[in-house]
């Protein structure tokens, strides 16, 4: 009786990892609603617009690095907030992309808006600064040999 209760255990135990796991892979996976094409990098889902903040902060803090080498070394984790709702992170360095999931009908779903890259205390929003950021990133140089 006492083996079933513990392979019970583990199995109950499996599944909740597996769960946590699935709804990472699928997060990083969403398309974004409209791509971003740079000259040689196009920012088409959740993990392609992680690294690219992550990217672009990292520059901003005078650690430049491609998005390329970011996408490659992130740290991803996925943390319940309350029952079928999630936040899914990528750390790099000292830069956090956090992004809120829910999971409804066995789907993860998404706002990019209420995304944030958080480094040093200090939260950026996504929402509120992503369009002025492209601008920016589109027509400044200096980012133009880190966006591959």
Not at 29 to 45: A, G, H, K, L, Q
Not at 112 to 135: C, F, H, K, M, Q
Request: hydrophobic share 35%.
């Amino acid at each position: 009786m006492k083996k079933i209760i513990l392979m019970i255990i583990i199995l109950l135990g499996f599944t909740a990892c597996k769960e946590k796991e699935r709804i990472l892979e699928t997060t990083k996976d969403i398309p974004i609603n409209e791509n971003i094409v740079f000259n040689n990098y196009s920012v088409e889902t959740v993990e392609d617009l992680a690294a690219f903040l992550v990217t672009v902060t990292e520059i901003e803090n005078n650690n430049p690095v491609t998005i390329t080498k970011v996408k490659k070394t992130f740290d991803w984790s996925t943390k319940e907030q309350e029952k079928d709702s999630y936040i899914v992170s990528a750390k790099y360095r000292d830069s956090t992309f956090k992004i809120p999931v829910t999971l409804s009908n066995n789907k993860v779903y998404t706002d990019i808006g209420y995304a944030s890259v958080e480094r040093n205390d200090e939260i950026y929003p996504l929402g509120s600064v992503l369009p002025d950021l492209i601008t920016e990133v589109q027509n400044d140089p200096k980012y133009q040999d880190y966006l591959k």
